[in-house]
Structure formats: C-alpha cells, structure tokens
C-alpha cells in the first residue's frame, strides 16, 4: 500500500515512475546456485498456504499526522511471524519491523518503536502497522509480509498527488 505524506497546506513530496533496476546481471556469485536450492526446497515446503491480505489501498496523510496501515494474514503456522518493509522509488524493501505470537518484537534501528510500532493479533489474525509523527520521508510502499516471505502487495500502484485547489502536483506511476 502507497503512503503519501504531505506537508501542511496540501503540497507533497514529489514522485517518479518507480522501477526496480538489477546492475550487474551478467555476473554469478559462487552462492547463488546454494540460494535457488534453498529457495527451491522452501517453495516446495510452502505449498501456498499462507496468504497475506491488505485490502486498505492508497493512505494519504500530513506531515505530523498518525496512521495506521491494515494487514490481515492466513497461515497454517501456529506460532507466525510477520514482518513489515518499507520500499522507496527505486531502492529495495527495507525491514522495519517483525512480531510473534510468541511477543517476539524486533524494530530496525532506522524504524524506532515510539514512531513505528504494530501488534499481532492471532485471534483476528491481523498486524496492524501504526506510524506516528509521520515525515515526508515516510512516503513510500509498504508490505507486510508473513514467515517465509509472502506479501500481501501484488498491484501496481498509481496515483496522482493533488492539492487543495485541485491541481495535480505530480503524477505517480
């Protein structure tokens, strides 16, 4: 899901067309056949039964605000883990944090808890991610996501940023 936070008075930070770029493609580390075996052998392990659901869209909000980012998740595991990423235009998804049923808690140093925080609810089997104080540098698609790794973000993503006079201020692909 896409958050746009702006500044007060309706003015966002600007936006590009995002695009995930690969250097180097020609070259093979000695690990990466060791990485598809393991990949391999957790695909087949998984057998797609577990399933992560945010349902909740685009969010925009301004620059001091709280949010709260929904997620809901399937999963056979009795005990799971979630996790939630944050991913800017053309940079990879960063962690920022996990939670177990177990009140495992873990945050990224960049991600503080008195900023980013959620809490897993087995019973409505959902992990809710709350960002307060937002910033403008808060912009950015999150993913919540469940042990191994299977997220709930699976759309592109568009969107128009506009102000208050209704002028789009700049156009997100």
């Given at each position: 899901m896409l958050?746009?936070?702006?500044e007060?008075?309706?003015?966002?930070?600007?936006?590009?067309?995002?695009?995930?770029?690969r250097?180097?493609r020609g070259?093979?580390h000695?690990?990466?056949h060791?990485?598809?075996i393991i990949?391999a052998?957790l695909?087949?392990?998984?057998k797609?039964?577990d399933k992560?659901?945010?349902?909740?869209g685009?969010?925009i909000?301004?620059?001091?605000?709280?949010v709260?980012?929904g997620?809901?998740f399937e999963?056979?595991?009795?005990?799971p883990y979630?996790?939630?990423y944050?991913q800017?235009i053309?940079?990879?998804?960063k962690?920022?944090?996990?939670?177990?049923?177990?009140?495992t808690?873990?945050?990224?140093?960049?991600?503080?808890?008195?900023r980013f925080?959620?809490e897993?609810?087995?019973?409505?089997?959902?992990?809710p991610?709350?960002i307060?104080?937002?910033?403008?540098?808060?912009?950015?698609?999150y993913?919540?996501?469940?042990?191994?790794t299977?997220?709930?973000?699976?759309k592109?993503?568009?969107?128009?940023?506009?102000?208050?006079?209704?002028r789009i201020?700049?156009?997100?692909?």
């Amino acid at each position: 899901m896409l958050l746009t936070v702006c500044e007060p008075g309706g003015r966002g930070s600007e936006r590009s067309e995002h695009s995930a770029q690969r250097g180097d493609r020609g070259r093979h580390h000695p690990m990466e056949h060791w990485l598809w075996i393991i990949l391999a052998a957790l695909f087949f392990e998984c057998k797609g039964e577990d399933k992560v659901i945010q349902e909740q869209g685009d969010v925009i909000a301004a620059e001091g605000d709280t949010v709260t980012l929904g997620c809901r998740f399937e999963t056979s595991d009795p005990y799971p883990y979630l996790f939630w990423y944050k991913q800017e235009i053309n940079d990879f998804p960063k962690y920022v944090l996990l939670r177990g049923t177990s009140g495992t808690a873990d945050n990224a140093q960049e991600f503080p808890k008195d900023r980013f925080d959620a809490e897993l609810n087995k019973r409505e089997n959902s992990v809710p991610l709350k960002i307060q104080k937002l910033q403008l540098s808060d912009s950015a698609v999150y993913y919540c996501a469940v042990r191994p790794t299977v997220t709930g973000n699976t759309k592109t993503l568009y969107k128009n940023l506009w102000s208050k006079d209704n002028r789009i201020l700049h156009n997100i692909h």
